[in-house]
């Protein structure tokens, strides 16, 4: 009962993300681009692990959820990069963006991995890494 409450919350955070503007990927009235969608996949499934990470336990089946939508949003986002600045040599920028995309990626497969293993505080420390990226990755690629 408990999990399926979380996977309803799950499913009511990616929502309620999904109708967030990510002006940098494009104007709010345009339909989504894949790579928006990619973002909202991972941003929502995030969010909702903030919760699911305290009882790792109870709540394995939605943060394996939680973990492939992440895994799938950094894998269909990977070859999306944001257009580079002006000033921006666009090889850098894009291997740049591709780097920090693999880094979210490997960062749910060690959350993935400490989930399986039961191990909480692994969770908790991917858990941590992957916002760390995504802050890494807003400040850089979000203009």
């Known amino acids: 009962m408990r999990t399926k ?3 309803t919350g799950l499913l009511a955070a990616t929502l309620l993300v999904s109708t967030t503007s990510f002006s940098f990927l494009g104007s709010q009235d345009d339909e989504p681009t ?14 909702a692990m903030r919760q699911l990470i305290a009882d790792p336990a109870t709540n394995k089946a939605a943060l394996l959820r939680a973990c492939a939508m992440i ?7 990977f ?34 991995l400490a989930v399986h293993a039961g191990d909480a505080e692994g969770v908790a420390a991917a858990y941590k890494k992957m916002g760390e990226h995504k802050k890494a990755g807003h400040d850089t690629y979000q203009k």
């Not at 894949?34 to 969010?47: D, F, H």
């Not at 895994?71 to 986002?77: F, R």
């Open 34 to 47: 894949p790579l928006q969608q990619a973002m909202v996949k991972m941003q929502g499934s995030q969010k």
């Open 79 to 112: 070859s999306l990069a944001p257009k580079a600045p002006a000033d921006a040599d666009e090889n850098q920028w894009r291997i740049g963006y591709q780097r920090t995309m693999l880094a979210v990626l490997d960062a749910a497969l060690e959350c993935e």
């Open 5 to 7: 409450t979380l996977l």
């Open 71 to 77: 895994q799938e949003g950094a894998h269909a986002g």
